[in-house]
């Protein structure tokens, strides 16, 4: 079936850092692709999408680019601040349009 | 606009009993979809509803039950609680569809068995 494999965490970065998440996928047909955040003490928001091949997502400074080629859909900061610490989920629709989720990845950034 | 609501926030419960946790979604959305996170197995999904009507349901025993209102409002019941049910339990809105992806999760109820 289909499935989301993210990079281990926690990651541990100095602000102002370059940041990168590594997120594959396995799935049939061509999902949509997602990432979600999920801050402290809140449930999980929508940080950015993609629908379609070579699309790039981008919010609030980070982006990431649908890689059919490589299967792969990594999330990326160019400058990284403290209050971007949280938990990184990436994720796929199903033909169900279901949410399929990778295991999240813990992000803490430093002063 | 006024975002997912659950409640209660925190909840504890002895094993064997039950439990209850409520989700209003966003005005206009029909589809509620419910998770359970946990630190070792992550973000598990539990079930959704659209329209008052189960559309899916995840791998987890028939103790996990849930259903929906005609206003959208969604419940979920576990019964026979397990120390093992211990855990954070989101619900997400969302329009449904080729929309149903674009979900908008509440602040969860944590629940602990004890």
């Known amino acids: 079936g289909d499935s989301v494999t993210q990079m281990e965490g926690p990651v541990t970065l100095s602000e102002e850092a370059f940041l990168t998440i590594n997120c594959t996928y396995t799935a049939t047909g061509y999902p949509s692709l997602f990432w979600y955040v999920q801050y402290p003490g809140e449930g999980l928001q929508l940080l950015l999408k993609?629908?379609?091949a070579d699309d790039k997502g981008s919010n609030k400074g980070f982006e990431a680019t649908y890689r059919k080629e490589t299967t792969s859909f990594h999330l990326e900061k160019g400058s990284v601040q403290v209050s971007d610490s949280a938990v990184y989920f990436c994720a796929l629709t199903d033909s169900n349009y279901q949410l399929i989720w990778g295991a999240g990845t813990k992000l803490i950034i430093k002063p | 606009k006024a975002g997912v609501t659950q409640t209660p926030r925190y909840l504890i419960k002895t094993r064997g009993q039950q439990v209850t946790l409520s989700c209003s979604p966003i005005?206009?959305?029909?589809?509620v979809s419910w998770y359970q996170q946990t630190p070792g197995q992550g973000l598990q999904f539990l079930f959704e509803y659209f329209s008052e009507t189960q559309r899916n349901k995840g791998n987890f025993p028939g103790r996990f039950s849930g259903r929906q209102f005609s206003n959208s409002r969604s419940e979920m019941n576990v019964s026979t609680l397990e120390l093992g049910d211990s855990a954070l339990y989101l619900c997400?809105?969302?329009?449904?569809?080729?929309?149903?992806?674009?979900?908008?999760f509440g602040q969860g109820t944590r629940l602990t068995v004890v």
């Open positions: 997400a809105s969302s329009l449904g569809g080729e929309k149903a992806a674009e979900a908008f």
């Open positions: 005005s206009g959305h029909r589809s």
């Open positions: 993609a629908t379609k």
